[in-house]
T-cell receptor, first 115, second 115 residues
Framework: AQTVTQSQPEMSVQEAETVTLSCTYD???????LFWYKQPPSRQMILVIR??????QNATENRFSVNFQKAAKSFSLKISDSQLGDTAMYFC????????????FGDGTTLTVKP | GAVVSQHPSWVICKSGTSVKIECRSL??????MFWYRQFPKQSLMLMAT?????????EQGVEKDKFLINHASLTLSTLTVTSAHPEDSSFYIC???????????FGNGTRLTVT
């Protein structure tokens, strides 16, 4: 079974600064997908970024980028130029290649962006 | 694209009654949908995988007679909480993906309060 670990229950960052959220996972699969989802106070789950394990290049979406280290099974999220609207709970998620969308979620990191 | 609609957004019911929550994929067909339960400031706990045209697959510890899932069409899955009790009060979220390896698209969630 896969496990996803987010070791930072809470983090804070000043507006406009950079913050990195950590995530490690454990799997015996070779092909899989990793995601970061954001859940703001509205509780709507929103996709932030995705990474395919077979791609070595780290995914980037505007101010959001990942540091994917497959051998170390690490998948951290970097948020640059933090904005107040980034305040949310962030979940790291693992999806195997054979489970048609079934995902394993980490416990989440609550990020607060301070003005 | 890839919108998932969940209804109702919130519901209050009396102990002993049943409540039905609907999850619809609006612009894609979803042979598989997922139902989660989320407690405040915690992660998503997968309750069951809803399979179109067949029985749902429940996670260990989830009472299938308590949480009835029906996936009668490619765009609709329903979760019925039967004989609800105050301990069933929670936030319930559904999700679906439009391909086997695409990110999950989430409904807005349903806040259930059982009095």
């Amino acid at each position: 079974a896969q496990t996803v670990t987010q070791s930072q229950p809470e983090m804070s960052v000043q507006e406009a600064e950079t913050v990195t959220l950590s995530c490690t996972y454990d799997t015996s699969e070779n092909n899989y997908y990793l995601f970061w989802y954001k859940q703001p106070p509205s509780r709507q789950m929103i996709l932030v970024i995705r990474q395919e394990a077979y791609k070595q290049q780290n995914a980037t979406e505007n101010r959001f980028s990942v540091n994917f280290q497959k051998a170390a099974k690490s998948f951290s999220l970097k948020i640059s130029d933090s904005q107040l609207g980034d305040t949310a709970m962030y979940f790291c998620a693992f999806m195997g290649n054979t489970n048609a969308g079934k995902s394993t979620f980490g416990d989440g990191t609550t990020l607060t962006v301070k003005p | 694209g890839a919108v998932v609609s969940q209804h109702p957004s919130w519901v209050i019911c009396k102990s002993g009654t049943s409540v039905k929550i609907e999850c619809r994929s609006l612009d894609f067909q979803a042979t598989t949908m997922f139902w989660y339960r989320q407690f405040p400031k915690q992660s998503l706990m997968l309750m069951a995988t809803s399979n179109e045209g067949s029985k749902a697959t429940y996670e260990q510890g989830v009472e299938k007679d308590k949480f009835l899932i029906n996936h009668a069409s490619l765009t609709l899955s329903t979760l019925t909480v039967t004989s609800a009790h105050p301990e069933d009060s929670s936030f319930y979220i559904c999700s679906a993906s439009n391909t086997g390896n695409s990110p999950l698209h989430f409904g807005n969630g349903t806040r259930l309060t059982v009095t």
